[in-house]
């Protein structure tokens, strides 16, 4: 009997991929892959190739239907999902094994060196800012200028998780946050996350390289009647020296568009201008396989190129910075927040000041 039912099982499940992958193919032949729009048959079938089960509800269904452009972000919603996860150990192994070489970083000092590195990134969010400003803070098809219309209410919306994610790591680590009065949110942007941050906080203070970006999250701020947020623009690299000093700082999905010795200058920062007890909450990508540093090749390759940026800044470097500037590491977990790649590590770290 038991027999029988398994194989009615995995014929329902192959029907079922077999449906979706035709569902795919016609799909495919009418428009490119990253046009294709979800239908409610599709997300259907992809709870259960992934999860083994059925949507709990209609509306389930509707809200990725709504919110969801394409079969790729479904399977990354799924994928990304504790369930998925649980489910599917095996797909989720360390990402080290703990045999990987040493990554070639070339450690800089020079205001000048620092100044071009700086000016070139600055350019390059000048340029997203200008092109495509909210698909560059949450690199998702249904964020692109064409869509941003009848997305911006989710795009803004999606910031208030990342203030849950990171209140319920102070709650987890013991962290007594009830006296915190201001914020530094480093890498602004458009406002995403600041606008719930500015809930939880007397003064919020939001700091960007990006000019343009800053415009729109005022823009946004006024209209949404927020007043305790006052707005930075990071202008050159020394202005990063003269943060103020805050109970909190948080910068996640930002330092990795910065060469490394840019990450490290500005965690130092971050250190030396908390207030006696207070936490920075930050996010780094730590590891990289056949990533290099070269400040020479790094402008030779990257100086007329206007594309975002990835980067590595090793866990060592990381804690040394935090030693050195009094701040005690309370955790550091490894993320999801680049995306699932072979050998690469992303981590947000915890950060105490003594």
Not at 43 to 66: G, H, I, Q, S, T
Not at 85 to 101: M, T, V, W, Y
């Amino acid at each position: 009997m038991l027999i029988k039912k398994d194989k009615t099982i995995v014929s329902q499940l192959y029907e079922g991929f077999i449906k979706l992958q035709h569902w795919i193919s016609n799909r495919s032949a009418k428009m490119p892959m990253m046009q294709m729009s979800l239908t409610q048959q599709a997300v259907v079938w992809a709870y259960r190739l992934f999860l083994d089960r059925e949507p709990e509800n209609r509306e389930v269904v509707y809200d990725k239907v709504r919110r969801l452009t394409n079969s790729h972000e479904l399977r990354q919603e799924i994928m990304h999902s504790d369930e998925f996860k649980r489910k599917n150990q095996a797909f989720h192994a360390p990402a080290l094994s703990g045999d990987e070489p040493r990554m070639l970083i070339e450690d800089l000092h020079s205001e000048s060196d620092l100044q071009a590195l700086f000016k070139h990134i600055q350019e390059t969010w000048q340029y997203l800012g200008e092109t495509e400003p909210y698909w560059s803070v949450a690199t998702l098809e249904r964020f692109k200028q064409s869509n941003i219309h009848h997305t911006k209410e989710i795009f803004y919306n999606s910031g208030k998780q990342d203030v849950i994610r990171f209140f319920r790591t102070l709650d987890r680590n013991g962290i007594d946050y009830t006296s915190f009065k201001s914020c530094l949110e480093y890498g602004c942007g458009l406002g995403r996350v600041t606008r719930w941050l500015s809930e939880q906080f007397e003064k919020v203070f939001g700091y960007d390289i990006s000019r343009l970006h800053l415009q729109i999250a005022e823009n946004y701020l006024a209209q949404v009647g927020i007043h305790n947020v006052m707005l930075y623009n990071i202008k050159q690299v020394n202005d990063i020296n003269n943060l103020p000093r805050v109970d909190c700082i948080y910068s996640i999905l930002t330092l990795q568009h910065n060469p490394p010795s840019i990450i490290s200058l500005i965690i130092k920062e971050f250190i030396k201008s908390l207030n006696s007890g207070g936490v920075a909450f930050f996010q780094v990508p730590t590891y990289q396989l056949g990533y290099t540093f070269s400040l020479r090749e790094y402008l030779n390759d990257n100086a007329t190129r206007l594309e975002m940026e990835m980067h590595v800044l090793p866990q060592s470097k990381v804690f040394d910075i935090v030693s050195q500037e009094g701040g005690k590491i309370i955790e550091v977990s490894e993320d999801n927040l680049i995306g699932f790649h072979y050998k690469n590590v992303s981590n947000t770290f915890l950060v105490q000041k003594a």
